[in-house]
């Protein structure tokens, strides 16, 4: 085991060079079944300059590919060629403000101007083109086969900003989404998006200026917690604060659930005590409630301030979140609330896609042993709902695991399926691609492709059956 401070700082550096090869060594066996490209998005650079990026979601956008093919697997990355990326890697220093990053120059230089957009959050599959997300503003358009960049996509300036947490429904196919707009007032802008159509629904007041950053999706409606994480736009727009710093957690606010019907009638707000959630697993509704499991942070505080120092945090457990469901009587507003036996720091929930909106028997979620007080999470737990059990695949002194992928093989059951992730080991710096069969997650890793290189912690990802 590594003896650093903090043996995860270095899965935070930059990764400079674009690569494109086939991965030659790899332990154990990629299942047959398992065919198509999966792309992830993130932080690739953190650093410039010498200096490290004051938050950790001010990092340029970078696109992770691996292909699974009939000759095994290919990796490549590329950065999305944004402003803001094209700028500061001619520039090699901060020209543009970011989400906690602000220009050189002071007030003046600083005062309105928005951040830029680094594409840095996700990506999503529409069509023949991947989108690179980014909750502050529009998507950019990248060519899946070689990364190269397309362009911004603003759907014919129906959009402002397209967030990084679509819903597709997997029997309708249509896929939802929202904007934040930080306008005189601050609106929630819910869209839907069919067979290449984007339609605008009507668009929420909200009483404060908030950081929202995901939803579910249920078969009658789009749902969100929002949190009282409230901005202070003018301290922002003038120049005396960086978007992060004008971020404020107000407790004694409550957290507005709001139920927007897909339909496009009259949502409806459910107030209850303040809590902060990033990311939904899953909603559904089932006989007259509304049940979401999510990761539930008693406020914003300790996240927040993990994210700013991500690179030299000891990422603290004490404060962070819990997988938690909530059941709303829709009825009456009631909610209970339940936790699961996942450890601390639990993050990054997901399920097999094919459930959005339904009852999901399991979600998969990153965590840590309860005994451990610090550190990013180094285990993947598997939930099953039905049956209140839950495994856990430890990844060891060394391994520090990103976002877990649900990617479905022939099957009947929910589970059946490959949970692929990117590993960064500590100690040799280098990053493994690991596949875990979802049946037997405890279990030996199927397969273990060992990169050349490290690939800084990124975001989130898709998986599409084509191959690129
Ligand atoms: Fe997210």
Request: proline content about 6%; aromatic content about 12%.
């Amino acid at each position: 085991m590594t003896t650093e401070a903090y043996p995860w700082s270095a899965g935070f550096r930059s990764l400079t060079e674009e690569h494109d090869y086939r991965v030659e060594e790899i332990d154990g066996q990629m299942p047959a079944t398992l065919r198509g490209t999966l792309f992830r998005n993130g932080s690739g650079r953190n650093q410039l300059g010498g200096e490290w990026f004051p938050h950790w979601f001010d990092g340029d956008g970078m696109i992770a590919a691996l292909r699974f093919g009939d000759d095994g697997i290919r990796f490549r990355n590329r950065y999305v060629r944004t402003d803001n990326y094209r700028d500061e890697t001619a520039a090699g220093h901060i020209m543009h403000r970011g989400f906690g990053k602000m220009r050189p120059g002071g007030i003046l230089s600083n005062a309105f101007r928005l951040p830029a957009n680094v594409s840095n959050t996700s990506v999503l599959m529409d069509g023949d083109r991947l989108l690179s997300l980014w909750e502050g503003g529009p998507p950019v358009a990248l060519d899946p086969a070689t990364l190269e960049t397309r362009g911004v996509e603003e759907f014919g300036g129906k959009i402002k900003a397209f967030s990084a947490h679509p819903k597709r429904d997997p029997d309708t196919g249509e896929l939802f989404n929202f904007g934040v707009d930080y306008g005189a007032r601050c609106t929630l802008a819910p869209y839907r998006l069919a067979k290449d159509v984007l339609t605008a629904l009507p668009r929420i007041t909200l009483p404060y200026a908030v950081m929202n950053h995901d939803f579910v999706l249920t078969k009658n409606y789009l749902v969100f917690c929002i949190g009282p994480l409230l901005s202070t736009p003018l301290a922002f727009l003038l120049g005396l604060k960086s978007f992060d710093a004008a971020l404020h957690w107000e407790g004694k606010k409550p957290t507005l659930i709001l139920l927007v019907p897909r339909d496009g009638g009259k949502a409806r707000i459910i107030e209850t005590d303040a809590f902060f959630q990033f990311h939904f697993a899953n909603g559904y509704e089932e006989d007259g409630a509304l049940i979401l499991d999510l990761c539930r942070y008693p406020d914003y505080l300790t996240i927040g301030q993990a994210l700013r120092d991500y690179w030299k945090s000891d990422w603290p457990s004490a404060g962070m979140a819990r997988l938690t469901r909530l059941q709303i009587e829709l009825s009456t507003g009631k909610i209970d609330r339940r936790i699961f036996d996942t450890g601390t720091s639990n993050e990054f929930p997901i399920i097999n896609p094919a459930y959005v909106g339904k009852r999901h028997r399991y979600a998969y979620i990153l965590c840590n042993r309860a005994d451990r007080l610090t550190g990013l999470q180094q285990q993947l737990a598997k939930v099953d709902f039905q049956a209140g059990t839950v495994l856990r695949h430890d990844f060891g002194p060394n391994g520090y695991p990103g976002e877990p992928l649900f990617i479905a093989t022939p099957g009947d059951a929910e589970d059946d399926g490959v949970i692929v992730t990117l590993v960064f080991d500590a100690e040799r710096k280098r990053t493994d691609v690991v596949g875990l069969d979802a049946r037997n997650l405890a279990g030996k890793p199927l397969f273990a492709a060992r990169l050349k290189h490290h690939v800084p912690f990124l975001l989130h990802g898709t998986f599409t059956p084509r191959l690129f």
